[in-house]
Structure formats: structure tokens, C-alpha cells
């Protein structure tokens, strides 16, 4: 590493003044990323330097624990401040309240198997060697340790807590007693030894060892007893109020549960005065919300408040779903239920996408309804009800439509039981993030922070973003670029392992394609489109500049209408024109879905709407393409188009700008399907007409697909498309075109194998004139 330049060294030692004062002031600081980056990039070689990353790494390790991170990964920084800087007062301080807990397992290895009587000479040989590499082991291990204990009692400047003080000297004098009785029994082990020389030995000599024994055990008890307060803390948990109120964002859910704790706790001591309680609250919920917005976190949450306030006896969560519960033949379903029910006496059962008991058309020889009948008469019969809380999860749409069509399961879900957990915003899933990283000893720089909001707005595209759950994956994966991608070696610095930068979070690159720039102007003929969509991509990029330092924008409507013949390039330009969106930051997909009526149109009335929703659901985050959209306009009264048309428009306003639109057709029937709903013609501002391709537009198509599998037109040939052309009805423009290049090549495969002996290779690459009239013959015919 280059030497830090004195202007830096002067930013930084104000900087490390800044955060010192943060760490005075509230016990830590926001900016661990940045400190850790900072030490990455000394040269510690420099004795300035060292003293300065000594300083750095003490208030990284002390904010970081004033925060709550206990892990050896604290110990681990302060430990590296000492070595860099000795006289670190604050390290000595923290490493001498610490340390003592490194000891725990100390006397550990004074485990020794026993003696027996009637072994044989050579068993007892083998077990006395075991026990004098025991104590052996032990002496040296505990004479290093006597020495730590001794430096920090005797540099009581370090120690300002009179309790721990105490404690090292209780641990002082236990050591030394554990060295007096190792030492004594191996005296005794030796003596033993030494006796089974003879034809005899005596007994004196082993019942010493015992003696020895029993003692080291005593001690080893009194050893961990120092150690039990640590044990118990650390076994005490948060009430589920300070689990809640430690759990990021979720405000309105905060404040709801709170009610709730509030609420339970008043009848609780209602019901200890003697007040008598009739109709009891349900203790039933329904948590609504999209993947990773911790509906299981809050169902644990809530069997542990109803535990908590005496409601239930157990905080038990017995969490099922569909695949537990409905069976494939008559009595496995009510058998499955009940016994989930019985599992769950006494605590909750939770269960996840509850709507899936009960699905779309379900046939006869589906038991889901069954499974809900027979929940809800467990729930309310004699021999269960009341015993057991029942908590269903799942998203919002699906679980409204699915309680509406079972009234009985709805009846035993008050409103007031119902939660809806919204998405977290950025900010939350960043600290999240942080939250998570830290669990594994990593901590987010800025620029780290930055990146994974980018990676986050890429991933939110539609209802299936998982908030919580993908920025873990998030995490993780950025964990796993750091570890695969840095060669690492056992000496390296333990500070490469605790930081997680922007690099860490940039997706690999993907295999090499074409810019649609260059798709874009490489198509042939089309010049008014291609200037139009041209001008379409430079308003967007000129608006979302302006949004970017803070000028207020123009709406942008890029919802199009594709207009020509069959042939024309219409979804070849769709699809280049979502790779454009997409690449100047518009649309996070950029990929294009090719649909027609029938991807829309059910057959029966309110599919129509499920069905449609579904595939626009499919094409958020990039364009939907309605080929031959003027087919939407049903010819009967009974026709469910109008149901796509209207459905179509609300989700293009729900959606806004992560969804595009584009409508091809024919011109007429465009203008009739647009005119047939005003809110689909306020969505359309933007038009582009395909016009038919020349003579010469065909020819050149044709050229460019054969170079594709090098194959090339001679001029003859060339000559006679032109001339042919003019005169022959084309049906289907540029797809006439490529027909026709492959209708040559097959001809001239025909022509060439045909001969006796194989063809040469440059024979085999050129389409000769009378493959291309064999071709379009062919062709005509058809």
C-alpha cells in the first residue's frame, strides 16, 4: 500500500476525531464501514500509522459493541489494537473485562478416565501415561494463563470494575489450587508407576490419586460456578415487547400489537380481581403480506405474548401449509388436521398460504374444502375449542378472495384480528441488511450500501419481491463473491474479513450482446421508426436526468401502438425497445411478452380479469406485446374482451412505469379498438407506423439472414429478386423475405447434393439464381 499523502493523514485525523466524538456522545458511531476501509488502506508499517489504526480499531470494536455485538470478532479488533499499540488504554480496559471469558473451558482437559483394580498391568501402564500427558498439558496451558490473570490484576489501572477485579482474583486463586492438585497428582501417578515394577505394588499410591481426583473435581466445580451468572444472562430472553419494538420498521404493526399486549394484560388482571369474563376475545389472526415481511417472525411473536400474559399454557408454533393437511383419498385430510391441531394444543397453529386449502376449480377428488370444515369445527367444538390459536398467512389479494368464499372460516377471524404487513421501504431493508451482515462479522461501507439499494429496486419489481428474504439472499451472495473471488491465505490481516464494499454487491457480467443501439440501427429500412424510438429514449434519458437532480419531469407515457402489415419488424422493434428502457434505467426487466387474445380471453365469467392480471404480471419490469390487439373487440355481447380492455387499463395505472404497453395491428382496427374505451386511448400518446418493405429492402433482407450461416447471393441472383419481385404478390414482407432465403438454401442443397461427388466448399456457400427461382416457385405455389 502506497503511504498515506499528509493532506489525507490530515482529513482523516479530523475525521477520527468526528467519530470519536460520536462515540462519546451516543456510544458509537454510523460510519464502522468507513473506518474499516480506512484501515485497509494504511500502510501499518509506519509507526504513526500503526498508533493511528490502533485508535481506529478501538472505536470500531467499542461502537460495535456498545450496539450489541459480543462475538469474538470484537475481541478479535481490540486485540489487534493492543498489538499494534501496547499502551492502548482503552483495549488494555476492555480486554481485561473480557478476557476472563476465554477461561471458561480452562480446566476442561482435567478429565480423567478411571483405575480400575482389575486391570491387567498393562492397561494400568496405559492409563497412567494417558494421565501424566493430562497433567503434563495442563501445567504448562495453566501457567500461561496464571501469568495473563497476574498482568491484568497487577495493572489494576486497566480493571475500573471492583467486581471484575474480584472475579480475576477468585480465578487466580482456583487456577492455583488446580496447579497445586495437578502437580501433586502427577507426583502420586509418578509414585504409582514406579511400584508396578515389582511383583507387588501398594495402594497407598492409588488411593492418593484419588484423593487428587476428587479434589480437581471440586475444583473444576467451583471454576464453573464463576462462570454460571454469564450462562443465565446469556439463556434470558427479550419479553416479546422488546422483541417487537427491536424488529425495523413495521410501525403501524408495532403500535397494533402493542394494543393487543395491552389489551390481554388488562383482562389478565381483570380475571385475577375476581371479574368475571364471558365472551372471551379470539385469540385467531390473519397476517396479510407479501414474501419477507416477517408474518412468521410476528405469529411466533404473538404465541409468545398469549404465553407471556398466561392466555395459552405453551408458546409453541406448529406451522403447516397445504401439503400437511389436505390428503389424496376420503379421511386422510380430517385425520391430518386433527392431528395438526393436537400438536398445536396449548399454542398456536400457524398456517402459511392458507388460500392454497381452497384453489381455483377445485374437483372432486380435491380435499381442501374438507380441510377447512374440518379446522373450523375443531376450533369451535367442546374438545378443542379455545385450547389452540389458529394464525393463516398469506398475500393480500388471495387471502381476501379466499376468507369471502368460506363465510364459516371468515366468522371466527374478527376484523380486528386481521394485520397487514406492508413491504418495507429502502432504507429499512438496508438497515436490515446491515442487521444481517453483522450476524455473520461483516460491516457495509456506504458505497456497499448504495450498491445493494440498487440491487434492491432491481429485484422490486412486482408482489413477488421478497423484501427480507432477498436481501439476505443479497448478503449472502455478496459474502460469497468476496470469499470466491480473493485469493486468501491463513496469514492474511483479519480485517480483510470483516468488510463488505461495493464490489462485493456488482452482478458478474453477462455474456457479451449486442447494444440495441446497434440492433437498432443494423434493422433494414424503417427509418421513421427507428427515429421515432430514438426520440422516445432521449426524452426518457433526458427526464430521468432531470429527476435525478431534483427538476421537476414531465410524465413519461410510453405506451405504444404498432401499426403495418404483417412482416414489418413490429416485434423485432418491441423487443429492442424494451433492451433500450431498460438499459437507460427505466424498466428493471427489460423483457418483452409476446401475447394475442387467446393469453387473455377465458371462457367463463371473472377468469377473464385472473387471467389477464396474470400475464401482466408476467411482463412487469418489461413490455407486454398485444399482437393483432384490435382482436380484443368481441363481436358478441357475451364476449369477455372488454373485461381484458378494462382490466388492461387499471393495472396500466396501478403499474405505472414498470410496465409498457404496446398494441400492434392493423391501422383501421387500431383506431376502433382505442376509440372503444376512452381510458385506453388517454394511455396511448406515442404511435409508430411499419411502412411495407421495398423491393430493395427485401433483397437486403434476405443478404443479411443468409450471412448469418454464411451464405451468399450472386449477383445473378441478386438481379433476378429484384426484377421477379416487382411483379409477385408479397404476403408477409420481411417474413416473405427470410421464407424465401430459406426456400434458396434447401434448393441449393437439393442442386448440389444431387451430383455424384460431395460439392467444394465454396460451392456450398453461394445461392445461385436458380435456387432462388426454384425457391420462389415453391413459394408461389404455396
Not at 497445586?180 to 488411593?207: I, M, Q
Not at 376509440?675 to 433482407?701: A, M, T, V, W
Request: overall charge negative; charged content about 30%; some cysteine.
Amino acid at each position: 500500500m502506497e503511504r498515506l499523502l499528509q493532506q489525507e493523514r490530515e482529513q482523516l485525523v479530523q475525521k477520527v476525531q468526528i467519530w470519536e466524538q460520536e462515540l462519546q456522545e451516543r456510544g458509537y458511531t454510523e460510519n464502522e464501514g468507513d473506518i474499516l476501509k480506512y484501515l485497509q488502506n494504511m500502510d501499518l508499517k509506519e509507526a504513526n500509522n500503526r498508533l493511528l489504526a490502533s485508535q481506529l480499531l478501538t472505536i470500531l470494536a467499542l461502537s460495535a459493541f456498545s450496539k450489541g455485538k459480543k462475538g469474538s470478532v470484537v475481541l478479535n479488533w481490540i486485540e489487534k489494537a493492543k498489538e499494534l499499540n501496547p499502551a492502548n488504554t482503552r483495549a488494555n480496559e476492555f480486554l481485561a473485562a473480557y478476557e476472563w471469558k476465554k477461561s471458561k473451558y480452562l480446566l476442561e482437559p482435567l478429565t480423567f478416565p478411571p483405575i480400575r483394580e482389575t486391570d491387567n498391568r498393562q492397561a494400568k501402564k496405559q492409563t497412567i501415561e494417558i494421565y501424566k500427558d493430562i497433567c503434563g498439558q495442563f501445567l504448562t496451558i495453566a501457567e500461561e494463563a496464571i501469568e495473563k490473570i497476574t498482568y491484568y490484576t497487577q495493572s489494576a489501572k486497566y480493571i475500573t470494575n471492583a467486581d471484575t477485579l474480584d472475579l480475576y482474583e477468585k480465578m487466580k486463586d482456583i487456577l492455583e489450587e488446580a496447579i497445586k492438585e495437578s502437580a501433586s497428582l502427577l507426583k502420586a501417578t509418578n509414585e504409582y508407576d514406579s511400584s508396578l515394577v515389582g511383583t507387588f505394588h501398594t495402594a497407598v499410591h492409588l488411593d492418593e490419586m484419588k484423593q487428587h481426583l476428587s479434589a480437581i473435581e471440586e475444583i473444576k466445580r467451583q471454576w464453573s460456578a464463576l462462570f454460571m451468572e454469564e450462562v443465565e444472562d446469556n439463556k434470558e430472553e427479550n419479553s416479546s415487547l422488546e422483541e417487537l419494538n427491536n424488529m425495523i420498521g413495521l410501525e403501524a404493526v408495532k403500535r397494533k400489537l402493542n394494543d393487543f399486549y395491552q389489551f390481554f394484560k388488562y383482562q389478565k388482571i381483570r380475571k385475577e380481581k375476581g371479574f368475571q369474563t364471558k365472551d372471551e376475545v379470539s385469540l385467531n389472526m390473519i397476517l396479510t403480506g407479501n414474501p419477507g415481511t416477517g408474518k412468521t417472525t410476528l405469529a411466533r411473536l404473538f404465541a409468545k405474548i398469549y404465553h407471556e400474559l398466561h392466555v395459552l399454557p405453551g408458546k409453541e408454533v406448529v406451522e403447516v401449509d397445504r401439503s400437511q393437511l389436505v390428503g389424496s383419498y376420503v379421511g386422510q385430510t380430517e385425520e391430518n388436521v386433527r392431528k395438526a391441531v393436537e400438536r398445536a394444543l396449548g399454542g398456536v397453529l400457524f398456517i402459511d398460504e392458507a388460500y392454497n386449502l381452497k384453489r381455483e376449480g377445485q374437483s372432486g377428488n380435491d380435499y381442501g374444502q374438507t380441510a377447512i370444515d374440518t379446522l373450523v369445527s375443531l376450533m369451535t367444538g367442546n374438545e378443542y375449542g379455545g385450547k389452540f390459536a389458529v394464525i393463516l398467512a398469506g398475500y393480500p389479494d388471495e387471502m381476501r378472495q379466499f376468507l369471502d368464499a368460506n363465510p364459516g372460516l371468515r366468522s371466527r377471524f374478527p376484523m380486528s384480528n386481521h394485520i397487514s404487513l406492508p413491504d418495507y421501504s429502502n432504507e429499512e431493508l438496508i438497515m436490515i441488511g446491515e442487521m444481517m451482515a453483522s450476524d455473520n462479522d461483516y460491516i457495509l461501507t456506504d458505497e456497499a450500501k448504495i450498491a445493494l439499494e440498487e440491487r434492491i429496486e432491481k429485484e422490486r419489481v412486482d408482489d413477488s419481491f421478497g423484501n427480507a428474504r432477498t436481501v439476505r439472499h443479497l448478503i449472502l451472495d455478496a459474502i460469497f463473491q468476496k470469499g470466491s473471488s480473493q485469493p486468501v491465505e491463513e496469514k492474511d490481516d483479519i480485517l480483510q474479513f470483516s468488510l463488505l464494499d461495493k464490489h462485493d454487491f456488482l452482478q458478474p457480467e453477462s455474456e457479451f450482446k449486442e447494444d440495441p443501439e446497434q440492433k437498432l440501427t443494423g434493422l433494414v429500412g424503417l427509418e421513421n421508426v427507428k427515429d421515432e424510438v430514438r426520440s422516445i429514449i432521449s426524452f426518457v434519458k433526458m427526464q430521468k436526468l432531470r429527476r435525478d437532480h431534483g427538476l421537476p419531469v414531465i410524465p413519461i407515457q410510453l405506451h405504444s401502438v404498432f401499426t403495418g402489415n404483417p412482416g414489418t419488424g413490429k416485434t423485432t422493434v418491441a423487443k429492442i425497445y424494451a433492451e433500450l428502457l431498460k438499459n437507460c434505467g427505466l424498466l428493471k426487466r427489460g423483457h418483452l411478452i409476446v401475447t394475442s387474445r387467446a393469453d387473455f380471453v377465458a371462457g367463463y365469467v371473472g377468469q377473464t380479469a385472473i387471467k389477464t392480471k396474470r400475464k401482466i404480471k408476467d411482463a412487469l419490469g418489461g413490455v407486454l406485446f398485444i399482437d393483432e390487439a384490435y382482436s380484443l373487440l368481441g363481436q358478441s355481447s357475451g364476449d369477455f374482451g372488454k373485461e381484458v380492455i378494462d382490466t388492461l387499463v387499471d393495472e396500466m395505472t396501478k403499474h405505472n412505469e414498470n410496465l409498457v404497453v404496446v398494441l400492434a395491428g392493423y391501422p383501421n382496427e387500431m383506431n376502433l379498438l382505442l376509440e372503444s374505451n376512452p381510458g385506453l386511448q388517454s394511455r396511448f400518446k406515442k404511435f409508430l407506423h411499419f411502412e411495407d418493405y421495398s423491393i430493395e429492402e427485401l433483397l437486403q433482407i434476405m443478404k443479411l439472414y443468409g450471412k448469418q450461416f454464411d451464405f451468399h447471393l450472386t449477383k445473378e441472383a441478386e438481379q433476378f429478386v429484384l426484377s421477379e419481385l416487382r411483379n409477385h404478390v408479397i404476403d408477409g414482407n420481411g417474413r416473405f423475405a427470410t421464407n424465401l432465403m430459406n426456400e434458396a438454401i434447401q434448393a441449393q442443397a437439393r442442386r448440389l447434393i444431387s451430383h455424384a461427388s460431395l460439392p467444394k466448399l465454396e460451392e456450398a456457400i453461394v445461392i445461385e439464381k436458380e435456387d432462388v427461382e426454384t425457391a420462389l416457385g415453391k413459394l408461389s405455389k404455396e
